[in-house]
């Protein structure tokens, strides 16, 4: 996790229905998450990760392209992981105080999450 200060330019800080650009202040913070996933397993692994996020806060960019994005979370799924292979996945978030968001809450689907280690098994949708 990083911060990144926001000067002079416009940052979207809030999804509002009747504008759909949404409300933007002049400056701000954007949290930048990144997540190391590595198969450390002989064979090659396919699952579902989610990553969690305070409800209050506007993703930006996200690399690899998710499965899906909701108020709450982003859903990657990870088609073919390879033995010794590593994947980084990327995210954004605005509308967050400096310190709002200090550590990923990850969840896995589709693999036994005692292969996973710093993710929980999936209990949502």
Same mark, same amino acid.
């Given at each position: 996790m990083e911060y990144e200060k926001v000067r002079g330019k416009q940052v979207q800080t809030k999804l509002d229905v009747n504008n759909p650009k949404g409300q933007t202040e002049s400056g701000g913070w954007i949290a930048k998450s990144t997540i190391m996933v590595v198969n450390y397993k002989?064979?090659?692994q396919k699952f579902s990760l989610y990553a969690l996020f305070p409800k209050n806060a506007t993703v930006g960019e996200v690399k690899p392209k998710p499965t899906k994005i909701t108020d709450t979370y982003i859903k990657w799924s990870l088609e073919s992981i390879d033995p010794t292979d590593k994947i980084d996945l990327f995210f954004e978030l605005a509308g967050l105080n400096k310190g709002d968001f200090d550590? &990923?809450?990850?969840?896995?689907?589709?693999? &036994?999450?005692?292969y996973v280690i710093g993710a929980d098994k999936w209990e949502g949708e």
């Open positions: 002989g064979k090659p550590e &990923n809450d990850l969840y896995v689907q589709n693999i &036994n999450p005692t």
